[in-house]
């Protein structure tokens, strides 16, 4: 099974800031990579996937890079709606999994 | 637009089986997408369980697979979960999604709104 290992595991930052969300692949999985945003009290929402395409009605803030074991997510510029938790996801090959995911509090 | 509703008991006790219903709306559920089971903790990350193509396929988490049903009636267009022997583990929000194959787009991007199964005594 692929295990997904995302970094960090909580990070506070301030509206306006530039941030990063690290997650990798025990394995190779090509661009087979897939982002979620989930708000307390709601379902995750698909906000990335293939690594970099961003899913419709997404705001063009949040952007995805990487391929093979390493992958990046990128929100250029902060948003009050933005503090939840990310969770990256691979669907290389069942069984899916996901990474244990990010939290991204106000600092 | 697709929707998913999971319904079923909020209490399972625990050595019993836990079921779950997510009832497809806006769509069919024999259109080409794979139905998929997912499961949070309390305060943990999410789990894939398993996933089901409308004639009857399946796939499932190693871990789980000796438990775990997951079933389509194309009739009442809904899926279906099953598992059995819980234990407090198996405390979580349990979510119905939609994963979607046309690529590049591999991913679960229709979920329902998720149900609290509580497994206690």
């Known amino acids: 099974d692929i295990q997904m290992t995302q970094s960090p595991s909580s990070l506070s930052a301030s509206v306006g800031d530039r941030v990063t969300i690290t997650c990798r692949a025990s394995q190779s999985i090509s661009t087979f990579l897939n982002w979620y945003q989930q708000k307390p009290g709601e379902a995750p929402k698909l906000l990335i996937y293939?690594?970099?395409s961003l899913q419709s009605g997404v705001p063009s803030r949040f952007s995805g890079s990487g391929s093979g074991t390493d992958f990046t997510l990128t929100i250029s510029s902060l948003q009050p709606e933005d503090f939840a938790t990310y969770s990256c996801q691979q669907s290389y090959s069942t069984p899916y999994s996901f990474g244990q995911g990010t939290k991204l509090e106000i600092k | 637009q697709v929707q998913l509703q999971e319904s079923g008991p909020g209490l399972v006790k625990p050595s019993g089986t836990l079921s779950l219903t997510c009832a497809v709306s806006?769509?069919?559920?024999?259109?080409?997408?794979?139905w998929s089971w997912v499961r949070q903790p309390p305060g943990k990350g999410l789990e894939w369980i398993g996933e089901i193509w409308h004639t009857g396929s399946t796939n499932y988490k190693s871990s789980l697979k000796s438990r775990v049903t997951i079933s389509v009636d194309k009739s009442k267009n809904q899926f279906s979960l099953k598992l059995s022997s819980v234990t407090a583990a198996d405390t979580a929000v349990y979510y119905c999604?939609?994963?979607?194959?046309?690529?590049?787009?591999?991913?679960?991007?229709?979920w329902g709104q998720g149900t609290t199964v509580t497994v206690s005594s």
């Open positions: 293939a690594a970099s």
């Open positions: 999604a939609r994963v979607t194959i046309t690529i590049p787009l591999y991913g679960m991007d229709v």
């Open positions: 806006g769509g069919s559920i024999s259109s080409s997408n794979w």
